[in-house]
């Protein structure tokens, strides 16, 4: 309650009653992103909850195309230039999944199931 009366008010007081009035938690401000910079995934490990299904949003913010590529995943994805995607995965298993840059693949990264 008191998370979302601060919310609330950092975003407003207009905002501040419909926020309040709600019966339901706030959605996440952000779903788990992973970055490309400079052909490198940021953060290069992301951790999350084992046991759910998930939506991962890869934003590429260098001009040229990158793949999103893990055999551990399952998955095999372009990403376009300045673009976003998202990738539906799980529910997973607690343990380690790599993925790599396909374009570039000296970039690797790690997500964390526990």
């Not at 407003?12 to 959605?27: E, F, I, N, V």
């Not at 998955?75 to 976003?84: I, W």
């Amino acid at each position: 309650m008191y998370k979302r009366l601060i919310f609330c008010l950092i975003g407003g007081l207009s905002l501040a009653l419909p926020c309040l009035a709600q019966d339901q938690p706030l959605a996440p401000i952000a779903p788990n992103t992973i970055v490309i910079k400079n052909h490198q995934f940021i953060p290069p490990q992301l951790t999350v909850p084992a046991g759910k299904k998930l939506e991962i949003t890869i934003d590429n913010q260098d001009p040229t195309a990158e793949e999103f590529e893990s055999f551990d995943l399952d998955r095999e994805q372009v990403v376009r230039g300045h673009k976003q995607i998202t990738v539906y995965i799980g529910p997973l298993k607690p343990g380690k999944y790599g993925y790599w840059a396909d374009y570039h693949q000296d970039s690797k990264g790690i997500i964390v199931a526990q």
